[in-house]
């Protein structure tokens, strides 16, 4: 099973900051990984798949990079909604993985 | 709008069994292939099963901890997915999410989510 590691575990910043969330790999996943948030209460939140292709609807100041074993999202200005969990998630070995989540707080 | 709705959670017992649905509305479940993820309290993300749609053969695929004891299942008649949870142990007390499942390439990621049903077990 491919295991994901996240940092940094929280990270502590104002509105309008950039964020820059990491997620490794186990062993290389290729490009095959997803990036979510999950403000409290609600279902996850696809932002990001294959290391860099925004989903629907997602705002620009989200972007994605990355392959092989290391991953980064970056939030650029940080909203309000984005003060939230984020999980990366990789696809390119059975069982699907997600990492264990960066806190983004105020 | 595409959503979709999941009913059916509640308390049971430990060995109990309890089935959940997931009612997909603004769009046909047919072609879609589906998962079943996880979240114990405080906990992150657990994928727990998948099924193909019945044009990809309706195969199924579990996870380790569920296996044997887990089914999912779909009847696109009522645009619904199923999970039936049999044998259940505390440690399967989580908020359960259905999702599609999407993705060119090796496995998939999950771009749409329902709301979640609480599933708690209790000893």
């Known amino acids: 099973e491919i295991v994901l590691t996240q940092s940094p575990v929280t990270l502590s910043l104002s509105p309008g900051e950039r964020a820059t969330l990491s997620c490794r790999a186990s062993?290389?996943?290729?490009?095959?990984l997803a990036w979510y948030r999950q403000k409290p209460g609600q279902a996850p939140r696809l932002l990001i798949s294959d290391a860099s292709d925004r989903a629907t609807d997602v705002p620009a100041r989200f972007s994605g990079s990355g392959s092989g074993t290391d991953f980064t999202l970056t939030i650029n200005s940080l909203e309000p909604e984005d003060f939230a969990v984020y999980y990366c998630?990789?696809?390119?070995?059975?069982?699907?993985?997600f990492g264990p989540g960066t806190r983004v707080d105020v | 709008e595409e959503q979709l709705v999941e009913s059916g959670g509640g308390l049971v017992k430990t060995g109990g069994s309890l089935r959940l649905s997931c009612v997909a509305s603004a769009f046909t479940l047919s072609d879609a292939w589906m998962s079943w993820v996880r979240q114990a309290p405080g906990k992150g993300l657990e994928w727990v099963a998948h099924i193909t749609s019945k044009g990809a053969g309706g195969t199924t695929e579990y996870a380790a901890p569920v296996k044997g004891r887990f089914t999912v299942s779909r009847d696109d008649s009522k645009n619904t997915l199923y999970l039936q949870m049999n044998s259940l142990k505390t440690e399967d007390t989580a908020v359960y999410f259905c999702?599609?499942?999407?993705?060119?390439?090796?496995?998939?990621?999950?771009?749409?989510w329902g709301q979640g049903a609480q599933v708690t077990v209790s000893s």
């Open positions: 998630q990789q696809r390119s070995d059975w069982p699907v993985t």
């Open positions: 999702a599609i499942s999407r993705g060119r390439g090796p496995l998939y990621h999950f771009p749409l």
């Open positions: 062993q290389s996943v290729s490009t095959y």
